[in-house]
């Protein structure tokens, strides 16, 4: 049974960092794509960040870029967010997806809460 269960999630001040992760099951983690989507309240789920199945390559939008680290750890099959100098913006449940290097299958997991108060 595929599961992708992330964790990290709380409430913090604007300015302060937190780091969420995602435990991954059931397929082949170390062969899949994996990013972060966020969605803030009343708006739509957004990628913000992805990494290669190696972890060579990490690619970020513009608003997080530099504020916001992705990596994995194949060998614990985690992906992990490091999330610095946070901002009331970032308010917003954080998912994290699996894709199949074919792109024909997609999994997700139910999300973690982050909020940033001013």
């Known amino acids: 049974q595929v599961e992708l269960v992330e964790t990290g999630g709380a409430l913090v001040q604007s300015g302060e960092s937190l780091r969420l992760s995602c435990a991954a099951s059931?397929?082949?983690?170390?062969?899949?794509?994996m990013s972060w989507y966020r969605q803030p309240p009343g708006g739509e789920r957004d990628l913000i960040a992805a990494?290669?199945?190696?972890?060579?390559?990490?690619n970020y939008v513009n608003p997080v870029k530099g504020r916001f680290t992705i990596s994995r750890d194949n060998t614990k099959e985690t992906l992990y967010l490091q999330m610095n100098s946070l901002r009331p913006d970032d308010t917003a449940v954080y998912f994290c997806?699996?894709?199949?290097?074919?792109?024909?299958?997609?999994?997700w997991g139910k999300g973690t809460l982050v909020i940033v108060s001013s």
């Open positions: 059931g397929f082949t983690f170390r062969t899949y794509l």
């Open positions: 990494v290669t199945p190696t972890g060579d390559i990490a």
């Open positions: 997806s699996a894709l199949s290097d074919d792109r024909q299958t997609r999994y």
